[in-house]
């Protein structure tokens, strides 16, 4: 395994998380080749990506995505099994009837189940309520997830895309029950700052944060800037629509673009080098399509810190 990797304290915990982790959103699934899925997880792995970001919906197909990493684990991972943290959540549709999603404790339980089983393994280390759900009491959710964690089933429990206000009442429920709400997984790039408030207060709560979509779906590469490939995702209209890309995000991104230049690396590497300069972040989803993606990110990390000047000429640009 790679020793470059850096690790970081997620909250007030002992777990430490890689500074990037391999997302499994979109391309695990049933569609994905199976080739390009193995290299991508051992490559990472034996890059020092020890966290693997699954889901119970991803794939497509729901479910595959989990599936996929199940194989690939037992036939090449089994005996690194502890130098993982694999996390997975419940909360978006999953199946067809009345319990198909939202926080219920008969959904989350069943669906750990589920999702234990496609994985082939006897826990999750991280288990994530994938959504706030306005429709069931966020004591009925909290609750679950601390039966979730006494039942061994996963080791720690975090929440996703919940507002700050939210946050505060999750990690005070938890508590009150005797466990430690770990981790809120927030979207987070140079543009969408929306949760920012959210990372600010992680220290004080105790808990640590991890970002998805810090390119916001590919528009911080740069690939966008001269038009929309008619191969990519925003080009497919597959996940994204071309309509989501404002000439507002477009402007703002030109002008990082030259910030990124200024600072001698890739708009790319500037992005998520700037959401690790957040002290309460404690790792960056990767979305790669492939191995080349995911050494190309990895760049990151090499870039140099941000100084005064640079954060307030971002700051000019995003507000």
């Known amino acids: 395994m790679n020793n470059t990797m850096q690790y970081r304290r997620c909250g007030k915990s002992g777990l430490l998380l890689p500074a990037m982790s391999l997302g499994f959103w979109k391309n695990f699934g049933t569609d ?17 990506i020890t966290c693997f970001d699954l889901a119970n919906n991803y794939g497509p197909l729901p479910g595959s995505a989990e599936e996929r990493f199940g194989k690939i684990l037992s036939s090449d991972l089994a005996s690194h099994r502890d130098e993982m943290v694999i996390t997975t959540k419940a909360g978006h549709r999953m199946w067809e ?38 429709d069931t009491p966020l004591e009925e959710t909290m609750t679950a997830l601390a039966d979730i964690v006494h039942s061994g089933k996963a080791l720690y429990v975090g929440i996703s895309k919940y507002s700050l206000c939210e946050t505060k009442a999750a990690v005070s429920m938890l508590s009150s029950m005797g466990v430690h709400c770990l981790v809120n997984q927030i979207r987070l790039s140079l543009l969408d ?66 910030l990124a230049k200024k600072k001698g690396v890739s708009l790319t590497d500037f992005s ?25 990110n990895l760049e990151a990390l090499e870039v140099p810190a941000f100084t005064a000047e640079e954060l307030a000429e971002i700051d000019a640009v995003c507000d």
């Open 272 to 296: 998520l080098a700037w959401i690790l300069s957040h002290q309460s972040v404690t790792s960056v989803i990767l979305g790669a399509r492939n191995m080349r993606q995911i050494k190309e």
């Open 193 to 258: 700052r929306k949760s920012e408030e959210v990372v600010d207060a992680a220290s004080t709560l105790g808990i640590g944060t991890v970002a998805f979509s810090p390119l916001c779906q590919g528009v911080l590469t740069g690939k966008y800037l001269s038009g929309i490939p008619s191969d990519s995702r925003m080009g497919t209209g597959a996940f994204t629509r071309p309509e989501s890309v404002t000439e507002e995000m477009m402007e703002k991104t030109r002008k990082l673009s030259v």
């Open 32 to 48: 994905a080749d199976g080739a390009t899925c193995r290299e991508m997880v051992l490559g990472a792995f034996d890059r020092g």
């Open 97 to 134: 009837g009345p319990y198909q999603d939202g926080g219920s404790r008969k959904y989350l339980i069943s669906s750990l189940d589920q999702s234990l089983k496609r994985m082939r393994i006897d826990y999750v280390d991280i288990f994530y309520h994938h959504r706030p759900d306005p």
